[in-house]
């Protein structure tokens, strides 16, 4: 057995969850939203499984995706990309940051972290052979810092992962600090694989800064993204790798013997999502700010001292500052078995030096749902009230 994966938890979404379901509590942990999602999709899935094709696909993915890709970022995000030598299609953003790692790690090759980090990366870049170097972020800025990034990378980083909008953290890298982290890449010579599967969730007018389009960078970042979360559909595991021909080639090898291909329907819907007006994207987004609002004014008055969230489905809360002297891990189990409201405890997302008095809650949910959570967050505080 490889004592990698023996030796590991299960992951805090998947155990948050599976109480949440046992104890019957109302589910703030995992990130996935309660709404239907986008009719038009699931439509598109329903003709596409009924008419188009159910065999495998192409290993790099249906054309029309290929190029629905390419052009949303350019519709979107200014990047020019060549559907036929720089997409690939992969089983969720989850498989693309396994084909990236496995792909472009090799034994001994040091890899950057930036804590808080997402569950997948630390084991993966192990499974690789790869020697972490972690960077470490806190709230409540959550900032790189030039002196941060000068401790961590060395001359034998071959690679960074680099997650932007951040989950857990809901921060963006504002543009300097994306510059800092680019430039150093420059000079080391490293690869960027930016998960940027939250890309489309950020809020009050923000802007998402793809970091392949900072100088420098175009021809060494790998660039992730997921339908999942473009279209509030979790469970579809629809993802992509944008890259170099020459990144894009490797990627393709080992997405070859991970999933060799994903579901083709599912790929047609996401083509015909990608396609939306922008309209759609500006009201999921508006819709999604709202139940942020909505979740963070609940627990203000809860007397929870809220963490502010730029992007993703989450918000934070600070413990200590809500005056809650608890850890971030007793206060999720408190919360979840004798409040009934699953959380996620922050510190689960480093592998050193955790940040432990913050706790993570998703607001992708309905107002009832919300209402709920806030209701039973209330009752949790009063169990730590002194
Ligand atoms: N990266 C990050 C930062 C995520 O938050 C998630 C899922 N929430 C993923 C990757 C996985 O995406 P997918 O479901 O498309 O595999
Ligand atoms: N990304 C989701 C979250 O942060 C979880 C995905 C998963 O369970 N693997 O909650």
């Not at 810092?145 to 989950?167: E, G, S």
């Not at 504002?174 to 080391?188: G, I, N, P």
């Not at 969230?309 to 850890?327: K, Q, R």
Request: proline share 7%; hydrophobic share 50%.
């Amino acid at each position: 057995m490889n004592p990698i994966y023996a030796e590991m938890p299960t992951t805090i979404f998947e155990a948050m969850s599976a109480l949440a379901r046992e104890l019957g509590a109302i589910n703030l942990g995992q990130g996935f939203p309660d709404a239907r999602g986008p009719e038009s999709v699931i439509e598109a899935a329903v003709t596409a499984l009924r008419e188009g094709s159910n065999q495998y696909p192409p290993m790099p993915g249906l054309p029309e995706l290929r190029r629905a890709v390419a052009d949303h970022y350019r519709r979107h995000q200014d990047i020019d990309l060549d559907w036929t030598s720089e997409v690939t299609i992969t089983s969720g953003a989850t498989e693309a940051l396994a084909a990236a790692i496995l792909a472009l790690v090799r034994p001994g090759d040091e890899v950057l972290l930036i804590q808080p980090m997402y569950d997948a990366y630390l084991p993966l870049v192990l499974r690789a052979g790869g020697v972490p170097r972690f960077a470490r972020l806190a709230p409540p800025d959550w900032r790189i810092d030039a002196a941060m990034l000068d401790a961590a990378f060395t001359p034998a980083t071959r690679l960074v992962i680099l997650n932007n909008p951040v989950n857990p953290s809901a921060s963006l890298f504002d543009a300097a600090s994306l510059a800092l982290l680019a430039e150093r890449a420059v000079a080391h010579d490293a690869v960027v694989i930016s998960d940027e599967v939250w890309e489309h969730l950020v809020f009050d007018g923000r802007r998402h800064l793809p970091i392949m389009a900072l100088p420098g960078m175009r021809d060494r970042t790998v660039k992730i993204g997921s339908a999942g979360k473009i279209f509030s559909l979790t469970g579809w595991k629809v993802g992509w790798m944008c890259a170099s021909p020459a990144l894009s080639r490797v990627l393709a090898k080992a997405h070859q013997f991970l999933t060799f291909t994903t579901p083709p329907n599912l790929q047609a819907a996401a083509a015909h999502g990608l396609a939306l007006p922008d309209d759609y994207f500006h009201e999921m987004r508006a819709g999604y700010a709202r139940s942020r609002d909505r979740l963070a004014a609940g627990l203000a008055d809860a007397g929870y001292r809220v963490l502010p969230s730029a992007g993703t489905y989450f918000l934070s809360v600070d413990l200590p500052g809500s005056g809650i002297a608890a850890d971030d891990v007793t206060f999720a189990e408190i919360a979840v078995r004798e409040a009934g409201v699953a959380t996620i405890p922050v510190s689960a997302f480093y592998a050193e030096d955790a940040v432990r008095g913050v706790v993570r809650l998703c607001f992708a949910k309905q107002d009832e749902t919300i209402d709920a959570g806030i209701a039973r967050m209330a009752i949790a505080r009063g169990l730590f009230e002194s």
